[in-house]
Structure formats: structure tokens, C-alpha cells
């Protein structure tokens, strides 16, 4: 049996989730239901004194750890999957590693998320099967340094796969809510 091409499998997991699942998901998005708090205590994404947005955290995490937006959740994937792994992989500088630009609102959230999935799997689809076995090195934490970039591939794939799959419910949730039924109005 033929050793598995890495660059087209985790491709190919990734682009069938984006265009069968993911993305016709998030039609539709708008800034009531990306900032919507379904409890009280949730993390969102939050207007600054500056005018930017800054991301609800806390280090450690609390326990339990609070329920997040879709703002947050979204902003997540876009910030910390996968901009800043583009910026420490492939270059680029999308991501100031000190302030983060966190998404402002639906429609920003979106493009970004569309540039960012299209970048990362551009630079992906460029590497080789020695790529994907080489260690990942000084780019990441230790954690993951030693490990080869097709288990990062394939963690941030379970990453996108699971936040999104949280957005989903967040948005079934949202759209199932007396306040935002159509027969409630």
C-alpha cells in the first residue's frame, strides 16, 4: 500500500467541510446573531475605548470556562488558527503578534474568514510530502515543535471543524429562540 499523500488528504478533508458544510452555514450571518449572548456571563468580541474590538479571556481559564458568542468563537478560528499560523508559517504579517485585529462584526468576520481559509489552504496545497513530515519547529510552542506539520494540518482542521460545528448550534439556537422565530413577530 501506497504511503498517504498528506497534502491532499488533510486538503481534501478541509475543502469538502468548507464547501459542503461550513460555509452555507454561515449564510446569512448578521451582527444581531454574531454578537448574541444566549446566557449571561458569555465571552464575546467587544468594542474598545479605542475603537477596535477586543476578545473576552482570561489566563488560566476559568472553570468551567464560559460559554462563548459566535463573535468569539468565529474570531477564534479567523485570529488564532488561522491567521496567525499563516503569519508564523507562510509570512505575511496578517496577525500583529502583541494586538490582534479581532473582527468588528459579521460582514468583516466573513472576508476574513474567507481570505484566511483560502491562504491556508494556498500555502498547504505549495508543500511537499518532506514538508509535512519535517518537524514544525521554533514556529510554534513547544508542544509542537518536534511534531510533523501534517499533525498541525490536521489540528487545525479539528480546530475549524469543532468551532464551526459550536457556531451551528449557536445558530440553530439562535434562529429556534422565541425572541427570533419569524412567528414571533
Known amino acids: 500500500m501506497a504511503a ?9 478533508q478541509l475543502e469538502s467541510h468548507w464547501a459542503r458544510t461550513m460555509r452555507p452555514r454561515l449564510q446569512g450571518l448578521d451582527d444581531d446573531e454574531y454578537f448574541w449572548e444566549p446566557v449571561e456571563g458569555c465571552w464575546s468580541v467587544r468594542p474598545r475605548p479605542d475603537g477596535g474590538f477586543g476578545l473576552d479571556f482570561a489566563r488560566p481559564e476559568p472553570d468551567p470556562p464560559p460559554v462563548t458568542t459566535i463573535a468569539w468563537r468565529l474570531s477564534h478560528v479567523i485570529v488564532v488558527v488561522l491567521e496567525a499560523r499563516i503569519d508564523r508559517h507562510f509570512g505575511g504579517s496578517a496577525v500583529p503578534p502583541e494586538e490582534p485585529v479581532w473582527p468588528g462584526g459579521a460582514a468583516q468576520a ?3 474568514l474567507e481570505r484566511a481559509h483560502r491562504r491556508w489552504c494556498g ?7 518532506a514538508d509535512f513530515a519535517a518537524p514544525v519547529g521554533a514556529a510554534e510552542t513547544a508542544e509542537w515543535a518536534q511534531r510533523p506539520f501534517a499533525a498541525l494540518a490536521l489540528h487545525v482542521n479539528r480546530e475549524i471543524i469543532h468551532h464551526h460545528a459550536e457556531i451551528a448550534l449557536l445558530r440553530d439556537l439562535y434562529r429556534a429562540h422565541p425572541a427570533h422565530r419569524d412567528d414571533a413577530l
Open 4 to 12: 498517504p499523500e498528506w497534502g491532499a488528504e488533510i486538503l481534501g
Open 123 to 129: 500555502e498547504v496545497r505549495k508543500l511537499s510530502e
Open 110 to 112: 466573513l472576508d476574513r
